[in-house]
């Protein structure tokens, strides 16, 4: 092996920006070594400093960290979570990172600097940083205009600290509720995922950072909810739920890179799937940016899956199936590949295939040019010299950034049942009760960095402003006597304090139960990566205490803070009010006292189904007619509510429902129009659903997809009138010899509240031969209002 560094390189043609970033990176290419070349294709996962100095490597449990030193020579791809590891100043870690960049460039003959990737599943997963509310809150909302300006403020913040790439969006569609990162998930359906998913890949895209599509492909379908379960699912439920949302994605927000799902599906691993990397993401939807290992996925090839025997097989394996950049740190792609293609093992064209697509990204990026300056946005114009005098000058969680984080958390809260008690009118005396009730941390997933990191660190203050459920109804109600009683812990299994919550609700006008779960990992919470549960009963003894709550015969409003559906027993019928909402962030709390006040009308709308009963799973709303209530069954997974429900303060009228083209060829355009008006005394928004029932298809089909929405606001008494126009696309699905294909027949289109709530119904038919469509076929319906 040839490990020394050669002399400073003979040309710089990649510096000519009057070049295409192709033609740069080939030019830089022709001038490596193999050792820079693997170097350019890992990561070294780091912390940045507190004090301003030179990031550090980060000691994890998977491998000792390399030395900095020995690597810098021949260069580095990027740096793995310089913010997301340590607790650091927005400010001071800024200069860690520019000082290591300037490090990074300078060891290597060819001035090239890392490519620095976050997290950032809700928001930029940094100290000091917005805590947004969770993705499935993002689904809530069905609001993809919404999720495109938040996504786009987290750019800015990622950017304006020197960070290139995010981890997010997840594109994995719910299968089994009992999965611990359900939270991460945008919902069960993959029209509503991909169509959110895709507005934060053209926010964070629009701010110049690189957008990673995950978990590619069928991570969410583990057997029994397990994380990293295998997968078993079959070719068409892949082509037909769990692939339309990275399609989508790559089509409309042309992301620049997708991250491989750690999963095998039907024994193939996903690192190691050649078809699904390279065949379908590649050669058949066109995509151009990199393939990203999920952490560790590579050497998980060898040690979980067993498809490889060595370190470097597992390194050929990936390569071959099209992954490019070993992450969090270098591994497989180091030593071990370097020794197989200097014998022969691996192709080294294998290496400069994936090798040039890095280099094209960093030459998108900046990181080629003759003029990079490491110095980001947030440090133009400070003093550099002395680091003291930035600590506090950057700000992460700027004024604009919690609005918007309100913003979206008041469209998610969904309003599931109501007997008219909400908006509460000024009560006098409120029992708030539950473990949720005076948690600051309740309204954070696990990927919020006061949980993911700052649970490690105690004595650092949590770095944002989250106000607990007792301070915000505290600040919404004034006059109001508030006495609060845990009751229980969340999943705890002490009763003890039942006693005194029940005493709370008998002395109080209103009870509010604050519920759900505790984000962690690995078991370290309720909900989260690796926090799976074998039922979806209320966690420890939250059930029994609603129960003894619900007996003490004041109105209860139970108030669900979770990372994922329950089932919520007696309290579906016999609660005066059900409020759901799914970790909503920084600003979530007073989103829900607003909710409860009335001052916020809700018009969240459930992105996943709330069972019936704890142990139905896996079941979603998209399931065929043999996986509801049969007489053969003695379960029934029907759902207390179905995907899609949600209420308001206000009602509204769908009528004067007309079919505009009843009849279509299998290439045609079929169309609807209805009168939806709001009846009730206030504005409010409705969120119209539009599904598909295919009654007869050559296999089986779901009862019903959503294939459309548009969420609309009307005063109180205005009414529109909703055209809608549903290309025959949209009844495409996988046959039977897995092409996808369009069949004549006749079909329902159904305008709904929800998925088990349709108020009109067309019937109309496609006529002609069954027609083949391919990957640029058309994706959505259109609506427009007159």
Same mark, same amino acid.
């Given at each position: 092996?040839?490990?020394?560094?050669?002399?400073?390189?003979?040309?710089?043609?990649?510096?000519?920006?009057?070049?295409?970033? #192709?033609?740069?990176?080939?030019?830089?290419?022709? #001038?490596?070594?193999?050792?820079?070349?693997?170097?350019?294709?890992?990561?070294?996962?780091?912390?940045?400093?507190?004090?301003?100095?030179?990031?550090?490597?980060?000691?994890?449990?998977?491998?000792?960290?390399?030395?900095?030193?020995?690597?810098?020579?021949?260069?580095?791809?990027?740096?793995?979570?310089?913010?997301?590891?340590?607790?650091?100043?927005?400010?001071?870690?800024?200069?860690?990172?520019?000082?290591?960049?300037?490090?990074?460039?300078?060891?290597?003959?060819?001035?090239?600097?890392?490519? $620095?990737?976050?997290?950032?599943?809700?928001?930029?997963? $940094?100290?000091?940083?917005?805590?947004?509310?969770?993705?499935?809150?993002?689904?809530?909302?069905?609001?993809?205009?919404?999720?495109?300006?938040?996504?786009? $403020?987290?750019?800015?913040?990622?950017?304006?600290?020197?960070?290139?790439?995010?981890?997010?969006?997840?594109?994995?569609?719910?299968?089994?509720?009992?999965?611990?990162?359900?939270?991460? =998930?945008?919902?069960?359906?993959?029209?509503?995922?991909?169509?959110?998913?895709?507005?934060?890949?053209?926010?964070?895209?629009?701010?110049?950072?690189?957008?990673?599509?995950?978990?590619?492909?069928?991570?969410?379908?583990?057997?029994?909810?397990?994380?990293?379960?295998?997968?078993? %699912?079959?070719?068409?439920?892949?082509?037909?739920?769990?692939?339309?949302?990275?399609?989508?994605?790559?089509?409309?927000?042309?992301?620049?890179?997708? %991250?491989?799902?750690?999963?095998?599906?039907?024994?193939? @691993?996903? *690192?190691?799937?050649?078809?699904?990397?390279?065949? !379908?993401?590649?050669?058949?939807?066109?995509?151009?940016?990199?393939?990203?290992?999920?952490?560790?996925?590579?050497?998980?090839?060898?040690?979980?899956?067993?498809?490889?025997?060595?370190?470097?097989?597992?390194?050929?394996?990936? !390569?071959?199936?099209?992954?490019?950049?070993?992450?969090?740190?270098?591994?497989?792609?180091?030593?071990?590949?370097?020794?197989?293609?200097?014998?022969?093992?691996?192709?080294?064209?294998?290496?400069?295939?994936? !090798?040039?697509?890095?280099?094209?990204?960093?030459?998108?990026?900046?990181?080629?040019?003759?003029?990079?300056?490491?110095?980001?946005?947030?440090?133009?114009?400070?003093?550099?010299?002395?680091?003291?005098?930035?600590?506090?000058?950057?700000?992460?969680?700027?004024?604009?950034?919690?609005?918007?984080?309100?913003?979206?958390?008041?469209?998610?809260?969904?309003?599931?049942?109501?007997?008219?008690?909400?908006?509460?009118?000024?009560?006098?005396?409120? *029992?708030?009760?539950?473990?949720?009730?005076?948690?600051?941390?309740?309204?954070?997933?696990?990927?919020?960095?006061?949980?993911?990191?700052?649970?490690?660190?105690?004595?650092?203050?949590?770095?944002?402003?989250?106000?607990?459920?007792?301070?915000?109804?505290?600040?919404?109600?004034?006059?109001?006597?508030?006495?609060?009683?845990?009751?229980?812990?969340?999943?705890?299994?002490?009763?003890?304090?039942?006693? #005194?919550?029940?005493?709370?609700?008998?002395?109080?006008?209103?009870?509010?139960?604050?519920?759900?779960?505790?984000?962690?990992?690995?078991?370290?919470?309720?909900?989260?990566?690796?926090?799976?549960?074998?039922?979806?009963?209320?966690?420890?003894?939250?059930?029994? %205490?609603?129960?003894?709550?619900?007996?003490?015969?004041?109105?209860?409003?139970?108030?669900?803070?979770?990372?994922?559906?329950?089932?919520?027993?007696?309290?579906?019928?016999?609660?005066?009010?059900?409020?759901?909402?799914?970790?909503?962030?920084?600003?979530?709390?007073?989103?829900?006292?607003?909710?409860?006040?009335?001052?916020?009308?809700?018009?969240?709308?459930? @992105?996943?189904?709330?069972?019936?009963?704890?142990?139905?799973?896996?079941?979603?709303?998209?399931?065929?007619?043999?996986?509801?209530?049969?007489?053969?069954?003695?379960?029934?997974?029907?759902?207390?509510?179905?995907?899609?429900?949600?209420?308001?303060?206000?009602?509204?009228?769908?009528?004067?429902?007309?079919? #505009?083209?009843?009849?279509?060829?299998?290439?045609?355009?079929?169309?609807?129009?209805?009168?939806?008006?709001?009846?009730?005394?206030?504005?409010?928004?409705?969120?119209?659903?539009?599904?598909?029932?295919?009654?007869?298809?050559?296999?089986?089909?779901?009862?019903?997809?959503?294939?459309?929405?548009?969420?609309?606001?009307?005063?109180?008494?205005?009414?529109?009138?909703?055209?809608?126009?549903?290309?025959?696309?949209?009844?495409?699905? =996988?046959?039977?010899?897995?092409?996808?294909?369009?069949?004549?027949?006749?079909?329902?289109?159904?305008?709904?509240?929800?998925?088990?709530?349709?108020?009109?119904?067309?019937?109309?038919?496609?006529?002609?031969?069954?027609?083949?469509?391919?990957?640029?076929?058309?994706?959505?319906?259109?609506?427009?209002?007159?």
């Amino acid at each position: 092996m040839n490990l020394a560094v050669p002399p400073p390189a003979a040309t710089t043609r990649w510096r000519d920006r009057s070049l295409s970033p #192709e033609e740069r990176a080939d030019a830089v290419l022709a #001038e490596m070594t193999l050792p820079e070349k693997l170097a350019q294709l890992v990561g070294v996962w780091v912390g940045a400093s507190d004090e301003g100095g030179d990031v550090a490597p980060h000691q994890h449990d998977m491998e000792e960290p390399p030395a900095l030193d020995d690597l810098l020579p021949f260069g580095l791809g990027q740096l793995t979570r310089p913010f997301g590891t340590v607790p650091v100043d927005p400010a001071l870690g800024a200069l860690s990172l520019a000082r290591s960049q300037q490090r990074i460039a300078a060891a290597n003959r060819f001035g090239i600097p890392a490519l $620095a990737h976050e997290e950032c599943l809700a928001g930029f997963a $940094a100290w000091g940083a917005t805590a947004y509310p969770v993705p499935l809150s993002w689904g809530a909302t069905f609001d993809p205009d919404l999720i495109r300006r938040m996504a786009a $403020a987290i750019g800015r913040d990622l950017r304006a600290v020197g960070v290139h790439q995010g981890l997010s969006p997840v594109l994995d569609v719910v299968r089994d509720a009992r999965w611990g990162r359900v939270e991460e =998930t945008i919902g069960e359906d993959p029209y509503l995922v991909g169509t959110v998913a895709t507005a934060y890949v053209q926010g964070l895209e629009s701010a110049g950072i690189v957008a990673t599509l995950k978990h590619f492909a069928g991570y969410s379908a583990s057997r029994a909810g397990r994380n990293l379960a295998p997968v078993g %699912m079959g070719t068409r439920e892949r082509a037909d739920v769990i692939l339309p949302p990275f399609e989508m994605a790559v089509r409309e927000g042309r992301p620049r890179s997708v %991250m491989h799902a750690y999963t095998d599906t039907d024994g193939v @691993p996903s *690192a190691a799937d050649e078809e699904l990397l390279t065949g !379908l993401l590649r050669d058949t939807w066109g995509f151009e940016g990199t393939v990203v290992a999920d952490y560790f996925g590579i050497a998980f090839l060898k040690v979980l899956h067993g498809v490889a025997g060595d370190w470097a097989e597992a390194a050929a394996l990936a !390569l071959a199936s099209g992954v490019d950049v070993e992450l969090p740190t270098v591994k497989t792609f180091g030593e071990p590949l370097l020794r197989a293609v200097e014998d022969g093992t691996v192709p080294e064209a294998l290496v400069d295939r994936a !090798l040039r697509r890095v280099l094209v990204q960093k030459a998108q990026l900046g990181l080629l040019d003759e003029d990079w300056d490491a110095v980001p946005a947030a440090l133009v114009g400070r003093p550099l010299d002395d680091p003291h005098t930035l600590r506090g000058s950057f700000d992460l969680d700027r004024p604009e950034n919690r609005a918007l984080a309100r913003e979206i958390a008041e469209q998610a809260v969904v309003l599931l049942r109501n007997d008219g008690t909400l908006p509460l009118r000024r009560p006098r005396r409120i *029992a708030l009760i539950g473990p949720n009730a005076d948690t600051p941390t309740s309204v954070l997933g696990c990927y919020a960095f006061p949980v993911h990191v700052g649970s490690q660190h105690p004595g650092i203050p949590v770095g944002i402003e989250l106000p607990t459920l007792y301070q915000a109804l505290a600040a919404e109600f004034p006059d109001s006597e508030i006495r609060t009683a845990a009751g229980a812990s969340v999943d705890g299994l002490d009763t003890s304090g039942f006693a #005194e919550a029940v005493e709370a609700a008998r002395q109080a006008d209103v009870v509010i139960v604050a519920l759900g779960d505790r984000a962690g990992l690995f078991g370290r919470g309720t909900s989260g990566e690796g926090c799976d549960v074998e039922s979806l009963e209320l966690p420890g003894v939250q059930q029994q %205490m609603l129960d003894a709550l619900l007996d003490s015969g004041k109105p209860v409003v139970p108030v669900l803070l979770a990372g994922r559906p329950y089932a919520l027993g007696r309290a579906v019928t016999e609660a005066a009010a059900l409020v759901q909402t799914f970790f909503p962030g920084e600003a979530g709390t007073e989103a829900i006292a607003a909710v409860l006040s009335g001052r916020t009308n809700p018009s969240g709308r459930l @992105p996943v189904s709330i069972p019936a009963r704890p142990a139905v799973q896996p079941s979603t709303y998209l399931a065929a007619r043999l996986a509801g209530p049969s007489e053969v069954s003695s379960t029934d997974p029907s759902p207390a509510f179905g995907f899609g429900h949600g209420i308001g303060y206000t009602t509204f009228a769908w009528t004067d429902l007309e079919v #505009e083209q009843a009849a279509a060829t299998t290439d045609g355009e079929l169309g609807l129009a209805f009168t939806l008006r709001n009846t009730g005394e206030r504005s409010g928004s409705e969120t119209v659903q539009l599904y598909l029932h295919d009654p007869v298809a050559s296999v089986v089909q779901p009862v019903l997809r959503l294939i459309g929405y548009r969420r609309i606001t009307l005063d109180a008494g205005e009414r529109t009138r909703v055209w809608v126009r549903v290309p025959a696309d949209l009844a495409s699905f =996988t046959g039977r010899d897995g092409r996808r294909i369009v069949e004549p027949g006749e079909l329902e289109l159904r305008v709904a509240a929800s998925s088990t709530d349709v108020r009109l119904t067309a019937t109309v038919r496609l006529d002609g031969p069954v027609r083949v469509l391919d990957h640029t076929r058309r994706l959505h319906a259109d609506f427009h209002r007159t």
